[in-house]
Nanobody, 116 residues
């Protein structure tokens, strides 16, 4: 069982930066692949970035070169550094934990709004 709590969402101007955090508890964090997903109003939830237990990463094409996912297993925390934010990045961002032999887990989401 995993509990996930996101933080760091905010209102930011285009070109600005934010750092999202996801704190995990309740299971063995280092065994899980961790991901960030986002959902804008009227759109489906989409993968933003993923990091495996061994540190491999994947990014959506729309965020490559701007976003960086990382994890600190000692702190049971995954991060999403977001730079050069665009209005189309506006969405609720969700933390995800996934591992074989277990169901996926989701956080409650944190709102990111990019606007002038």
């Amino acid at each position: 069982q995993v509990q996930l709590v996101e933080s760091g969402g905010d209102l930011v101007q285009p070109g600005g930066s934010l750092r999202l955090s996801c704190a995990a508890s309740g299971s063995i964090f280092r065994l899980y692949t961790m991901g960030w997903y986002r959902q804008a109003p009227g759109k489906s939830r989409e993968l933003v970035a993923r990091i495996t237990s061994s540190g491999g990463t994947n990014y959506a094409d729309s965020v490559k070169g701007r976003f960086t996912i990382s994890r600190d297993n000692a702190k049971n925390t995954v991060y999403l550094q977001m730079n050069n934010l665009k209005p189309e990045d506006t969405a609720v961002y969700y933390c995800n934990a996934d591992k074989s032999r277990d169901r996926p887990y989701w956080g409650q989401g944190t709102q990111v709004t990019v606007s002038s």
